[in-house]
């Protein structure tokens, strides 16, 4: 069964007279437990694929299904329920709010609801080792330990599925290579599925598979 399925995804924009096809008909399927790369050169279509997929965009023809539910026929409050109960998200950026300290951070999704089956943030902390961290403030961190906090975050509901765009793109190698290595214990170890967007080479080759784009199609 597939956990992901998009079919003939398409997704234009029209700028002035102009209509720019950032996904083009694009058909693929992922299966429960991959750890899926998404490659290709700037203004490929990556950030607009994984924008739909995570259900902050919609498709302007074609199909995505995710979990057995296909997103254009949810409601705008389904489709939140779904994102929030079976994705994860990972930015470059990290998107950690500084006012919070490493365990605030972590624990703000939590205050979404269902509290009661999300994991301690004190078991989180500890998966990506970095419980000795707990009081601090993001400033106060590497960028490496920024991404694991973020990374612990997005785990905080259970997902099924990481989407990570970038993760590694604003560290230095040593750092994205401990990234990659906590991306893949949880793929491994946990069976969350990954679809990382990235330009980093060795990310790319520790993926079981690359989806390859160049103007907004398969290649
Ligand atoms: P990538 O992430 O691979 O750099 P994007 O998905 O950001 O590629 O962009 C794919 C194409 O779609 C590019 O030509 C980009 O300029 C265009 N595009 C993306 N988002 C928008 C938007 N909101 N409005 C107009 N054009 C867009
Ligand atoms: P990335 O570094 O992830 O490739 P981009 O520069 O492609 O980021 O895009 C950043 C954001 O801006 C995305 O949400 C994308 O959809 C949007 N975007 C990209 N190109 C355009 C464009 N030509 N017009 C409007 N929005 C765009």
């Known amino acids: 069964m597939s956990l ?61 299904t995710i ?12 489709r939140t329920t779904l994102r929030r109960d079976t994705l994860g998200f990972v930015f470059q950026d990290f998107g950690l709010l500084p006012v919070l300290t490493v365990a605030e951070n972590i624990a703000l999704p939590a205050g979404l609801g269902k509290v009661s089956q999300a994991p301690s943030v004190d078991s989180l902390l500890e998966r990506v080792g970095l419980s000795h961290r707990k009081n601090h403030r993001p400033h106060q961190l590497s960028g490496g330990e920024m991404q694991r906090v973020a990374i612990a975050r997005a785990l905080v509901r259970r997902p099924k599925i990481l989407l990570a765009d970038e993760p590694t793109g604003n560290l230095d190698s040593a750092s994205g290579a401990r990234i990659l290595e906590l991306l893949q214990e949880l793929n491994q170890q946990e069976g969350i599925t990954l679809v990382v967007v990235t330009h980093n080479d060795t990310l790319a080759a520790a993926a079981g598979r690359a989806l390859a784009l160049k103007d907004g199609k398969l290649v």
């Open 4 to 64: 992901i399925e998009a079919r003939e995804l398409t997704r234009l924009y029209t700028r002035g007279t102009e209509t720019v096809r950032a996904l083009d008909s694009v058909t693929f399927t992922i299966h429960p437990g991959e750890f899926v790369a998404v490659v290709g050169p700037s203004g490929s279509g990556k950030s607009t694929l994984l924008q739909l997929l995570g259900g902050m965009d919609l498709p302007s023809s074609g199909s995505l």
């Open 67 to 78: 979990a057995g539910k296909e997103l254009s026929r949810l409601s705008d409050t389904e």
